[in-house]
């Protein structure tokens, strides 16, 4: 890996003040892995008390709004994600994309606003299980980061990170090969070159996440151009989670 691998678990609706010792331990276990930088985005509610007591790792959110503020009831803005102690956001997960029907524009304005708040932000894609059988999952994927890549990112190209997931591995425990996910990240690679010219497009961080537990960490990551993991299911437990980022420190 060229790049310091980055693992981020994302706890998606999972988590209360009782699972404060779960993100403890992954906090305090990641000390022993320098080598990679270790991330975590728990639920909102969790977002201050995560973010006082870490001392060895990344917290975010896995969402925010496209605005800084308004009548927008129920929503969480990026300079409130950076108030509770925030450091990084998720924006454009299948999830947010399918559930909440975000389009690939409001990703693009989510992403700018965390940028702009001073946040890190992973922008996430993915192709369907249709898309990958019927081919079309280069084509996709190309459209989805057109649409949802800030337009430049001028000084804070070391805050972003693609995330690239295919919807039909998440949560299922089906993978790609790690020859399919190197390939797809080395086209979103080329994406990133063409958009934002070779010395800032190299430098960005491409992570894969759908279905990688501590068991497949090792070889999920080894291939070229993938910079990291963005695990869910598998960072609810510290030994789970840490079991990945000790892989990671093994191929850094
Ligand atoms: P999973 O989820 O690790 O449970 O497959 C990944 C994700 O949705 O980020």
Redesign the pocket.
Known sequence: MPHRPYIVG?W?MHGTRSDLSVARAIDRGAQRYLKVEVALAPPYTMLHAVSSEAEWIGVGAQNCHAEQSGAFTGEISAPMVADAGGSFVIVG?S?RREYNHECSATIRAKAGAALEAGLRVIVCCGESKGMRDSGDAVEFITAQLAGSLPETIEDAADRLAIGY?PIW????GVTPSAAEISDMHSTIRDILVERYGEQVGRDIRIIY????KADNAAELLAGDNVNGA?????SLSAEDFLGIVSAAADLA
């Open positions: 994302n998606k997960h999830e997931e591995a998440i949560g299922t996440g759908g279905s990688v963005l695990v869910g299911g598998a």
